[in-house]
């Protein structure tokens, strides 16, 4: 029975799991006329797609406002990259995001979450999106690719804009498409002023500065910056959304965040369980490069096909109990970071930030309480979750 998705809708934007529930039961490949593409609500469909760069593209885009409004063109970032210029890209910078080099920042990223907290031990209410997360996020962002530290608060900003907009507006407000010209304009002048400098530092900008790609040469200004918008935004608005509903979730069951307090190195699998329950990213999109069929559907070379990582995440023949939040789980597979070779390359910055963060957090305030009331969530098609969550000590 075919389903009646359409991200856009606000239905589905208010209640986007019922329609995932009825997707998998019923629609698994569900074909959206709007838009004449398809949305894949299975996990292993979305696995296989995810993993297929033969099948399926990224060069025509990966986001709503990419393939559906058309609003943006796709920017030579890695999301939007195939093989092999996806591969030499992301082989120059991901060593600098590996475990091992991403530990190094603890420290700072500790520090900047005491600083946060500060706030509840002097009484003062604390946001955990915009007092808390947003700090982390964007001082780790900054630590980790090599933006300027005192930048980090222009950074929230235009990143904030991009994803705001009216309950009614259908893709990005023209406030946000400015801010995403503005985010390109920052980085073409920080690659530009990098480009000066001695050769003296090793971060990602300095690596896609010096990357030789395509043969031998550089990388032009606005495709380093493409590479350093796309930081910028997945670093920071998608944790910012985990981490509020990983606290959300917590205080809806104690007794998981009791064993937290007992047992720390719990908050890591907290953070993962959260990715998976609550996934921000509500699709990425491919382009079909050739005629392909999926559970007997045909799906035509040229049409989008939208990848719904949240109803993945909740598929019950990949999860046992899926709709239900537990830390102890041990799932072999997720798709809270996305799959294949477009899966997130910061993901190891990411866990360490959402570890540290919660730790830190339950040691402050361990009976912390959630005003639900005042909490305020997004309205978008392509991100789901809070945008402000008040608690106190």
């Not at 004449?36 to 033969?54: K, P, Q, S, T, V």
């Not at 900054?142 to 005192?150: D, S, T």
């Not at 801010?179 to 400098?197: F, K, S």
């Amino acid at each position: 029975m075919a389903v009646d998705y359409n991200p856009y809708r606000a239905d589905v934007i208010r209640d986007p799991h019922s329609f995932y529930a009825r997707m998998r039961a019923e629609d698994p490949v569900c074909h959206v006329p709007e838009f004449d593409c398809f949305a894949l609500a299975r996990f292993e469909d979305i696995w296989n797609a995810a993993r297929d760069a033969l099948h399926f593209s990224a060069a025509e885009g990966t986001t709503s406002a990419q393939l559906l409004t058309r609003q943006m063109g796709p920017y030579p970032a890695l999301g939007n990259l195939d093989p092999p210029r996806h591969t030499e890209r992301r082989k120059a910078i991901a060593p600098l995001l590996g475990p091992g080099v991403v530990a190094k920042l603890e420290a700072p990223i500790r520090e900047i979450a005491r600083a946060r907290l500060a706030r509840l031990a002097s009484g003062e209410p604390l946001d955990v999106v915009t007092d808390y997360a947003a700090h982390i996020a964007t001082g780790s962002l900054c630590l980790a690719v090599g933006f300027p530290i005192e930048d980090a608060g222009l950074l929230r900003d235009w990143v904030n804009r991009i994803f705001s907009r009216a309950s009614d507006q259908t893709g990005l407000s023209d406030d946000g498409v400015a801010a995403y010209r503005d985010l390109a304009d920052y980085a073409q002048e920080l690659i530009r002023a990098e480009r000066l400098r001695p050769a003296a530092r090793d971060g990602i900008v300095q690596r896609y500065a010096a990357a030789r790609v395509d043969g031998g040469r550089t990388l032009r200004d606005d495709e380093v910056a493409a590479h350093l918008r796309e930081f910028m935004i997945g670093g920071t608005e998608t944790f910012q959304r985990v981490l509020a509903a990983a606290v959300h979730r917590l205080f809806e069951h104690p007794e998981q965040r009791e064993a937290i307090a007992r047992e720390p190195g719990l908050a890591k699998a907290a953070f993962l369980e959260a990715l998976r329950f609550d996934t921000p990213g509500q699709f990425m999109g491919r382009t079909a490069a050739r005629d392909v069929a999926i559970r007997g559907v045909a799906i035509r070379k040229g049409q989008v096909v939208l990848l719904l990582w949240p109803s993945g995440n909740r598929d019950a023949e990949e999860f046992e109990n899926p709709d239900v939040f537990d830390i102890r789980r041990r799932a072999p597979r997720m798709l809270g970071f996305g799959a294949g070779i477009h899966d997130c390359v910061g993901r190891h910055l990411a866990v360490l930030e959402g570890r540290v963060a919660l730790e830190s957090l339950i040691a402050a305030a361990p009976d912390y309480a959630v005003d639900l009331a005042a909490a305020r969530r997004t309205g978008s098609e392509f991100v789901q979750g809070f945008t402000s969550l008040p608690l106190s000590g």
